[in-house]
């Protein structure tokens, strides 16, 4: 898990997570990671297409690229959104969040943790660099 994480959060500023809409792939950028009780957890908003389509099917990609190598995760995103002390632990690491509505009295504050995960960093040829399952 320490390599995903690590690539996630210190050798990128954003990734790329997709999910399933419907039959068609969906996919937008993120950015806000933290490792919580030995997960690697994410939040976003109720409102927002990403939650819908995780709520039908939590089956989901992420892509990120560094500038030497790039990583794709498969996994399962999990909703602990009644997590609360994985919600400060969001709100705590990142000085935006509260400003932007992730308040512990917001209902539509979700946060996922990865589950089943199987990452893959590669280099810019396809070889693989490293590889974690958790």
């Known amino acids: 898990m ?3 994480f690590d690539f996630l959060k210190n050798r990128v500023e954003y990734y790329f997570l997709a ?3 419907g039959d068609k792939p969906s996919c937008r950028p993120f950015g806000a990671t933290i490792v919580f009780d030995g997960k690697i ?3 976003s908003h109720a409102g927002k297409s990403v939650v819908n389509q995780l709520e039908v099917n939590n089956n ?3 892509v990120a690229y560094d500038g030497d190598a790039w990583i794709r995760i498969n996994c399962k995103m999990i909703d602990d959104s009644n997590n609360i002390e ?3 632990a969001l709100i705590n690491e990142f ?3 509260e400003a932007a509505g992730y308040t512990l009295d917001a209902p539509d504050f979700k946060v996922y943790y990865l589950a089943d995960v199987d990452s893959t960093i590669y280099d810019e040829e396809g070889g693989v660099l490293e590889r974690e399952q958790f």
């Open 2 to 4: 320490e390599k995903t």
């Open 19 to 21: 999910t399933v809409d």
């Open 60 to 62: 989901a990609c992420i």
């Open 86 to 88: 994985a919600k400060k």
């Open 41 to 43: 957890y994410m939040m």
């Open 95 to 97: 000085e935006w969040a």
